[in-house]
């Protein structure tokens, strides 16, 4: 698993470098917009990408990558302050950020859940839903809900396993539009809104583990 890291900070650069080759995977090292654009390899697996670099930015970088067709995820690194707007980075592409400064263990696991969700089967079919990972959209019967960034999270997470999926597993994961973690009621809230899109018989909670995907749908009503 190869990771072009592209940061312009020596430090935290070696810093991540060694984080990540810790942890089983192979860096490519980039330090500016041109360096990346050199690196970019076909073994690279996904783009760790810092948003103010010397001779541009992330985002258009981003937003240039994904018109030419890129399709490797991409997870920001974005500095507290910095002119970086979410929707911007996400509208461009992006998959993923954390906002400097951040924990190691927390980039790891955005790393892991980008990776895994690369592996994840692309097309997602379960009675009557399916998943545009493209688009991070979920359609019943063909239409689009609409859904909420982290609605999309929790609910993927769920259709893409058989298995239930416990509430620290999803806290770990999800976070809200400013960079933070969620909270248990706030998971709990989530959750009840993803049921009134979905339909509540499709989500069950496994009282003291978590949530898990149900294929049952209530019986079509007939004349
Ligand atoms: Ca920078």
Not at 1 to 6: C, K, N, Q
Not at 45 to 53: E, F, S
Not at 76 to 92: K, Y
């Given at each position: 698993?190869?990771?072009?890291?592209?940061e312009d900070d020596p430090v935290l650069r070696d810093g991540l470098a060694e984080l990540f080759s810790g942890n089983g995977y192979r860096v490519i090292p980039a330090a500016s917009v041109r360096e990346a654009r050199e690196r970019l390899t076909d073994e690279v697996?996904?783009?760790?990408?810092?948003?103010?670099?010397p001779d541009g930015d992330g985002v258009s970088l981003c937003r240039e990558w994904r018109a030419a067709g890129e399709s490797r995820p991409i997870l920001?690194?974005?500095?507290?302050?910095?002119?970086?707007?979410?929707?911007?980075?996400?509208?461009?592409g992006?998959?993923?950020?954390?906002?400097k400064p951040f924990r190691m263990q927390e980039l790891?696991?955005?790393?892991?859940?980008?990776?895994?969700?690369?592996?994840?089967?692309?097309?997602?079919?379960?009675?009557?839903f399916s998943v545009d990972r493209e688009r991070m959209q979920v359609l019943k019967d063909g239409?689009?809900?609409?859904?909420?960034?982290?609605e999309y999270k929790i609910l993927t997470l769920l259709m893409d396993r058989p298995s239930v999926v416990s509430r620290d597993?999803?806290?770990?994961?999800?976070?809200?539009?400013?960079?933070?973690?969620i909270d248990d009621n706030t998971l709990t809230v989530h959750i009840?809104?993803?049921?009134?899109?979905?339909?509540?018989?499709?989500?069950?909670?496994?009282?003291?583990?978590?949530?898990?995907?149900?294929?049952t749908s209530s019986a079509p009503s007939s004349f």
């Open positions: 698993m190869t990771i072009l890291l592209v697996r996904m783009i760790v990408l810092d948003v103010g670099l920001f690194l974005t500095a507290r302050g910095e002119e970086f707007d979410v929707v911007r980075g996400l509208d461009s992006g998959n993923d950020y954390v906002v790891l696991s955005r790393v892991r859940v980008l990776l895994r969700d690369r592996q994840a089967p692309q097309q997602v079919q379960r009675s009557g239409e689009a809900l609409p859904l909420t960034l982290t597993r999803l806290l770990e994961i999800l976070w809200d539009n400013g960079g933070k973690y009840s809104r993803l049921r009134e899109k979905v339909g509540a018989e499709h989500i069950r909670t496994i009282r003291g583990v978590g949530y898990q995907w149900s294929d």
